[in-house]
């Protein structure tokens, strides 16, 4: 196992090998292409290339790297897709709710409307051929934290195939991707984290050359006055979503489920489900909160492979969709 803190939290590289040492630099390369995308997308520092294009495509247009803008066109495809759910001019919700450079808190309500005032993707034009960005006001700032840990995840499993990487997990805080199958077993065993925190995982599902990745309630949060207020944004009200505790999507590729999950989250259950069912290249897992028992909706495509952990059986229905 290869660990490394990037992207502000934790990935770590699994490979399968019967030489360690050989694999070494196999793996120090795939941790490499979680340092790169950092130093790209990253809304942490004021040195990445969204800092920069931040500073600048609001005053006039500026060309952008390319994996920056392979990441933003594909989000902008993502924001016209989910109906708006999906949308990277969130960052001043982020911010003014603490989740982004501050602590968690409640904004007072003329501060969260001047900060939902400013979002829209709608602000953001991207020509792909040149590769040059502008938005239409000074103020708007995008966010890529929602997509850009999928596309590394993918960019870094590719890494370990192209150097002939039979078997391996890439995990980055719960964005991964599995790449064939651990010895004697007929694929990666991946846990689900209980939304609630009673357990570690409530349920676990096999993977083989496929990614997953989870959008829960759990990750931040803030509470006041008897209400938990998680840190996704809808950004079509401007507050915390509603209606789900989490969200599993498994596809054959990382970038897709981490494109995707945010949205179907902030969508809620039943909007969530027909999208699941338009969109054919996921599947998904989405776990709405009950007063005593929570509800899991599992895509019929998954159901031979979704096992409800025993302890949890108490805590979750299970039905299909």
Not at 112 to 129: E, I, K, M
Not at 138 to 165: C, F, N, Q, T
Not at 208 to 219: P, V
């Amino acid at each position: 196992m290869y660990p490394a803190h990037t992207m502000g939290t934790y990935v770590h590289v699994v490979l399968v090998t019967a030489d360690s040492a050989a694999s070494d630099p196999v793996a120090r390369i795939a941790l490499g292409v979680f340092s790169r995308v950092d130093s790209l997308m990253s809304n942490w520092t004021t040195t990445s290339e969204v800092a920069r294009v931040n500073r600048e495509a609001g005053v006039r247009a500026t060309q952008v790297q390319p994996e920056v803008a392979e990441v933003i066109q594909r989000s902008l495809d993502v924001w016209q897709h989910s109906d708006g759910a999906f949308d990277i001019t969130v960052e001043p919700l982020m911010r003014v709710w603490g989740f982004l450079g501050g602590t968690p808190h409640v904004p007072s309500d003329s501060a969260a409307r001047a900060a939902a005032a400013r979002v829209g993707a709608q602000r953001v034009h991207l020509d792909a051929r040149t590769r040059t960005l502008r938005y239409d006001r000074p103020d708007v700032k995008i966010d890529l934290g929602g997509i850009a840990k999928g596309y590394a995840v993918d960019v870094a499993a590719e890494s370990l195939r192209a150097h002939g990487v039979k078997n391996a997990l890439v995990d980055l805080t719960g964005n991964m991707f599995a790449i064939g199958r651990p010895p004697g077993a007929d694929g990666w065993r991946i846990g689900i984290r209980d939304p609630r925190d009673r357990m570690p995982y409530f349920a676990r599902i096999h993977l083989s050359n496929e990614g997953i990745s989870t959008s829960g309630k759990y990750e931040q949060f803030v509470a006041a006055n008897g209400t938990t207020y998680g840190h996704i944004m809808d950004p079509r009200s401007g507050r915390p979503a509603e209606g789900l505790i989490s969200v599993t999507l498994v596809s054959s590729s990382a970038y897709t489920t981490d494109a995707w999950d945010t949205p179907l989250f902030v969508l809620g259950p039943g909007a969530a489900m027909r999208k699941a069912r338009e969109r054919p290249e996921f599947a998904a897992i989405l776990v709405q909160p009950g007063t005593n028992v929570d509800t899991v909706w599992v895509e019929s495509s998954l159901k031979d492979r979704f096992i409800l952990e025993p302890a949890a059986s108490a805590l979750f229905v299970v039905r299909y969709f």
